[in-house]
């Protein structure tokens, strides 16, 4: 192992950070939207369950910040040390935004800080959600701007190139370059989208335990709307995304799709196989499909991969990444669905055994949604760590050192998620909703 060469060496240490981080960002960046929303509804409705469920998330989130900001420092350290040619050439375009989100982030932690010791210190709870939003906002912030260094390696812009020099540095049209509209858009839904979904699964969790009792039933109810908006804007933002790789980078979307040959009136192709002479099997295909998704006319032409140079394909395995994202957000817009249907229909209960574990398995879902998402976003932009301008194996290091280094993370993220596991079920499991219920709020009703 220690003979394999750096520069796959440094792609596996690199993914293996951001994939761990990812968990955390997501949950980093959508939490806090459900913490303010349950706060809010507490103050209007005066029902100190919700007020608790804003409690609860809130000290739960404490512990996954402080993982997202060990894995994020993580990060910021290797791309420096695995990428050195790489942050050299692009340095001076994306330090602004690098260093805006490290901004973001203090703004966000002050008030966390703020928001998290002065519950009951204000004569009106209002003040308190106050503090939440720069909470949210902060974090949102925090993924917009990590989010456009990620667009301007697929889409870079905003400078010139002289000699193989960086010259006339224009950092705002660097941050907006074409895919950072859709990325952050697609980053944040996704984002809340898992949060809320994440959240309704412990819910739905306590209720199967048969600990579920009114409370667990609100943070339900609540978790579900939130999980079921946030699908289809996910899935607006999706579309929105293949429509800017149809222009941006046909590579990719031909490379997800399995679109060989360049033609009008495209089909989609869905699932299948590859076969030895890279033919696709077993696939659905829907005629037209891919020129409408791609351009919105269902005539359009679709740029096949044989446009593009051999050696500047996107991987042929990021249309199962795909395929499987674009899978499990349709299962959790129909499990979001069926639920609020049962709910609002009245005739049926939506608390029922089965509905409960399609639940439950939506958050994990939702979770590995965003991580195909990413392989997909990630892998279809391979050879390039900066699209057109240098690939991957200019950029990694030539250190021997790399190996160590992958055994020495691996053993920090076994240890960190370990830690995280051990310290969430230590707070919530000897501390349940109930007891704190009857503690803190002696004269609420558990019926109801
Ligand atoms: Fe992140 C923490 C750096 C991807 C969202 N990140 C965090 C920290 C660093 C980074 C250094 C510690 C706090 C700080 O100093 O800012 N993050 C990165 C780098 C990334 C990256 C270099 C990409 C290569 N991060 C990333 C994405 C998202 C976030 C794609 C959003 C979807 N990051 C966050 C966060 C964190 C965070 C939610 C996690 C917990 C926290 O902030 O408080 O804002
Ligand atoms: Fe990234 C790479 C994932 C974000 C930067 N990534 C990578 C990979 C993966 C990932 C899987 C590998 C690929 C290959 O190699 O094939 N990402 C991811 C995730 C996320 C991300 C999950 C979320 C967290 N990134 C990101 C951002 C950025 C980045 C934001 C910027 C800042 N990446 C990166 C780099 C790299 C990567 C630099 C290395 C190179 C390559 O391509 O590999
Ligand atoms: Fe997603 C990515 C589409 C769903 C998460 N996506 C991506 C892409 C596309 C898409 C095209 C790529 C972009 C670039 O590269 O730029 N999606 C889509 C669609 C759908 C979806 C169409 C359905 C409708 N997703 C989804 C879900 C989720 C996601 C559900 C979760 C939850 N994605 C994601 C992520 C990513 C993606 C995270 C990465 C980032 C970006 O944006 O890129």
């Known amino acids: 192992m220690f003979e394999a060469d750096s520069v796959l060496l440094s792609r596996l240490l690199t993914s293996l950070t951001l994939m761990f981080h990812a968990i955390f960002a997501t949950l980093g960046v959508g939490i806090p939207l459900m913490i303010s929303i349950a706060e809010l509804i507490g103050i209007r409705k005066k029902d100190s369950h919700y007020t608790l469920l804003a409690q609860r998330w809130a000290r739960g989130y404490v512990i996954l910040v402080a993982v997202g900001v060990v894995t994020g420092t993580a990060i910021g350290l290797q791309l420096s040390l695995l990428w050195p040619s790489f942050m050299q050439f692009a340095?001076?375009?994306?330090?602004?935004?690098?260093?805006?989100?490290?901004?973001?982030?203090?703004?966000?932690?002050?008030?966390?800080?703020?928001?998290?010791?002065?519950?009951?210190?204000?004569?009106?709870?209002?003040?308190?959600?106050?503090?939440?939003?720069?909470?949210?906002?902060?974090?949102?912030?925090?993924?917009?701007?990590?989010?456009?260094?990620?667009?301007?390696?697929?889409?870079?812009?905003?400078?010139?190139?002289?000699?193989?020099?960086?010259?006339?540095?224009?950092?705002?049209?660097?941050?907006?370059?074409?895919?950072t509209p859709t990325k952050v858009f697609h980053v944040l839904t996704s984002s809340y989208l898992t949060a809320a979904a994440i959240l309704a699964t412990i819910a739905a969790l306590a209720i199967l335990r048969k600990r579920g009792n009114a409370y667990h039933r609100k943070a339900l109810k609540l978790t579900m709307v939130v999980t079921f908006i946030f699908a289809i804007l996910t899935a607006v933002a999706g579309d929105l995304s293949a429509k800017h790789l149809a222009e941006h980078q046909p590579e990719k979307l031909a490379a997800a799709e399995w679109h060989f040959e360049t033609e009008e009136s495209a089909d989609l192709v869905v699932f299948g196989t590859l076969d030895e002479n890279n033919e696709v099997q077993n696939a659905i295909r829907i005629p037209n499909m891919l020129s409408f998704l791609a351009f919105g006319d269902f005539n359009a032409e679709v740029q096949g991969l044989e446009e593009i140079n051999e050696g500047e394909q996107p991987p042929l395995i990021i249309h199962y990444f795909f395929d499987l994202m674009v899978s499990l957000g349709m299962y959790a817009l129909g499990v979001s669905f069926l639920f609020l249907a049962l709910w609002k229909l009245k005739r049926f209960n939506p608390f029922n055994k089965w509905v409960l574990w399609l639940v439950v398995l939506n958050g994990p879902f939702a979770m590995l949604a965003i991580e195909f998402g990413w392989l997909l976003a990630e892998v279809g932009r391979q050879p390039w760590i900066m699209r057109g301008f240098m690939t991957v194996a200019e950029a990694a290091t030539t250190s021997p050192n790399v190996a160590w280094m992958l055994l020495l993370f691996i053993g920090l993220y076994v240890v960190l998620g370990f830690t995280v596991v051990r310290v969430l079920r230590k707070l919530f499991k000897d501390n349940p909703a109930e007891l704190e219920l009857e503690q803190k709020y002696p004269n609420v009703t558990k019926s109801g």
């Open 91 to 179: 340095g001076n375009v994306i330090s602004l935004p690098l260093f805006l989100e490290t901004f973001a982030f203090f703004f966000e932690a002050i008030f966390l800080g703020a928001y998290l010791y002065t519950w009951d210190r204000f004569n009106k709870p209002i003040y308190h959600w106050l503090l939440s939003l720069p909470v949210v906002i902060g974090g949102g912030l925090s993924a917009f701007f990590i989010t456009t260094v990620n667009a301007f390696m697929n889409t870079p812009d905003g400078f010139d190139l002289t000699n193989g020099e960086i010259t006339s540095i224009n950092p705002m049209e660097a941050m907006f370059n074409p895919a």
